[in-house]
DNA sequence: GTCCGAATATAGCCTATGCTACACATCCTG
DNA sequence: CAGGATGTGTAGCATAGGCTATATTCGGAC
């Protein structure tokens, strides 16, 4: 048995278990990404209009409002969100943190990317993707820096 | 008809179609991510070991053999990649393309998060998920700012 | 040359996230 | 207060991307 030879690395790859590791958190946060994009844009309705009805989520979110319907649900089901047949949806205590951590951590990508020369508009869609992305380690490090330039 | 108002607005929201769209792109970005990385790890160890045996993507993925082989089929169908059965797989030469790109961004991520004060190892593991989320403009921007300040 | 273990492939199942089409409620208008 | 526009919900379908379990094939040891 050959005893796993390190292969010829004529060019540098990360340790395989790190890198599985990098992937799986990577698949983790997309899959926590839409329940965190609904509950921002709820908690933005409710607090810009006073309620957040489905047609208007769909609307936002770019999709068809069965799906929306069904996104929330998933949110109730996990105890994000309350909605009564036919009235608006409304955000849970555990809803309302998630949204606000969601909306911190937003804010911060988008000042970061402006802070180094991203323009607005694209700071802020690309902002969409990252934001779920950042852990608190590097968060803090956007922080700090932004505070060190100001 | 009460003709749309602008809602009490208490707090500022963005125009709802631009808001779809950036879901909309988000959402696109997220579902060409897993080609991605599976063209960028393929590509990695066929540069370091000569050959990618799906044995190999799966560990590295942190995913059951059997998923990675659906999504080796996957990257075949979309004419990244070309495959016969027991051998390795390779990458045709839109997959390279593909590959080096996403690379390419993938440092530059790295080397942006490093020098805003990001540790590395965090930096690796966050750029994991970013990359797929950065535009030309940010990458641009990237690039302009880690330029301006050597 | 045979046989066994490792690599590979296939089959079948599940959930998430989209969609369209259809059914039912609500509410505003006249 | 009747009726239609609009909002809401349900049903059924498709694909992506996971998994486990079960073949198959390959390749090296003997």
Redesign the pocket.
């Known amino acids: 048995?050959p005893e796993k030879q390190p292969a010829p690395s004529s060019h540098d790859m990360p340790q395989e278990p790190a890198q599985a590791d990098r992937f799986c958190r990577a698949?983790q946060a997309r899959?926590a990404?839409?329940?965190e994009d609904y509950a921002e844009l709820i908690a933005d309705l409710l607090a810009s209009g006073g309620e957040a009805?489905?047609?208007?989520v769909a609307r936002r979110m770019?999709?068809?409002?069965?799906?929306a319907?069904?996104?929330?649900a998933?949110l109730k089901r996990e105890g994000l969100a309350t909605?009564l047949?036919?009235r608006?949806v409304f955000l849970t205590a555990a809803g309302h943190a998630l949204a606000d951590r969601v909306r911190a951590r937003h804010r911060l990508v988008v000042e970061l990317l402006v802070a180094v020369g991203v323009p607005v508009e694209d700071a802020e869609a690309d902002a969409e993707g990252i934001e779920h992305h950042v852990s608190d380690s590097t968060l803090a490090a956007f922080a700090g820096f932004l505070q060190g330039r100001k």
């Open positions: 048995m698949r899959s990404t839409l329940l009805r489905t047609v208007d770019g999709v068809a409002h069965a799906t319907v069904k996104t929330i998933r909605a047949p036919y608006g």
